[in-house]
């Protein structure tokens, strides 16, 4: 009996300290929201955010990118001709990047490239006491420091996806075409006839978008909520890519579900 009663105390202990842990992301998301305005009104601090998130993580989408779009067009051209349908090859890469793998994959990687440096840059600052003396000199810390990384990450996603998207179909047509002798003009044909640009395009940049905003956010609370400890800013940072990542393929279904259905 007295187990059970422990078993059921932990239980409620742990539910109670994951919903305030909710709340308190809800809390701060809002203040978030509400910081926002006051950081266009400073466009610089927003572009050089950009810079730092966006450049500075072309290089790893660009290239996963590329060697995604070379392993669907192998892959996609052994499935289709099975059926004598390898002129679908364009269509096949350009569907499977814009609708799933462009948006996912750049959210991945985004999580383990910007969204750790994002969480390890708030932990430093908070461990270092640089968010306490700017509440000193009466400047708010979610005006002046989180809020202009939450937009530039916002930003800097859908076009990180789009360009993940179309340097995949590159590699596609590189491996489809020129490698293996599909004919360009079905590759482009197929590919210009079958994507439509608000069923398949517009739906990507949404996902991307809501990618952005997850993605960023939970990098940003993370390092904001961190133990002012190098264990804590360690463990911040593990979180940020295990949390961020399961959101994305959450989110991702949830909106596949609600887009294609």
Known sequence: MNLILDLLAQLGA??????????????????????????????RLVTDQVHFIG??????IAVSGLFVGFVLGLQGYYTLNKYGSEQALGLLVALSLIRELGPVVTALLFAGRAGTSLTAEIGLMK???????????????????????FWAGVISMPVLAAIFSAVGVLGGYIVGVQLIGVDEGAFWSQMQAGVDVWADVLNGVI???????????????????????PEGVARATTRTVVIGSLMVLWLDFLLTALMFS
Not at 55 to 60: A, E, K, Q
Not at 207 to 229: H, W
């Open 207 to 229: 996902k991307s978008f809501v990618f952005g905003v997850a993605v960023t956010f939970i990098a940003l609370y993370e390092g904001f909520c961190a133990a002012p400890t």
């Open 14 to 43: 742990t539910v109670r300290t994951r919903l305030e842990g909710l709340g308190a992301a809800s809390r701060t998301f809002l203040a978030l929201i509400l910081a926002s305005p006051s950081v266009f009104r400073r466009p």
């Open 55 to 60: 450049n500075y993580s072309l290089v790893i």
């Open 127 to 149: 461990a270092g006491e640089q968010l306490a003396a700017m509440e000193m000199m009466a400047v708010d810390p979610m005006k002046r420091v989180l809020a202009p990384r």
